[in-house]
């Protein structure tokens, strides 16, 4: 099992950025890990996802440009960079590690392995 701890949210206007990150217990040398969002009244989407071993990237189409998934391997650590940010990404995000992620990449049945999550609110 991995413990993953988010951290890094937080209110801001429309247009603006935050980074997300996610501090992992343990090794995630050869791991898919990933950013989820979740809105109230909405299930929980993937974002962005990373394969620590390559570093091969998936993103949401809804975020193509304006988020960038990295990884700090020394560190453990995923991170998340929102650019551009628009209301409609106002949601608790969420850090997932998984080893399917590979055939279910932006899928919560990726992963078994889930943070606490960090508030994202984006004002207009």
């Known amino acids: 099992q991995v413990q993953l701890v988010e951290s890094g949210g937080g209110s801001v206007q429309a247009g603006g950025s935050l980074r997300l990150s996610c501090a992992a217990s343990?090794?995630?040398?050869?791991?898919?890990m990933a950013w989820f969002r979740q809105a109230p009244g909405k299930q929980r989407e993937g974002v962005a996802t990373i394969y620590t071993g390559t570093t091969s990237t998936v993103y949401a189409d809804s975020v193509k440009g304006r988020f960038t998934i990295s990884q700090d391997n020394a560190k453990n650590t995923v991170y998340l960079r929102m650019n551009n940010l628009t209301p409609e990404d106002t949601a608790m995000y969420y850090c997932?590690?998984?080893?399917?992620?590979?055939?279910?990449?932006?899928?919560?049945?990726?992963?078994?392995?889930w943070g606490q999550g960090t508030q994202v609110t984006v004002s207009s």
């Open positions: 997932a590690a998984g080893q399917n992620g590979n055939l279910y990449p932006l899928k919560t049945y990726g992963y078994n392995n």
């Open positions: 343990g090794s995630t040398s050869t791991m898919w």
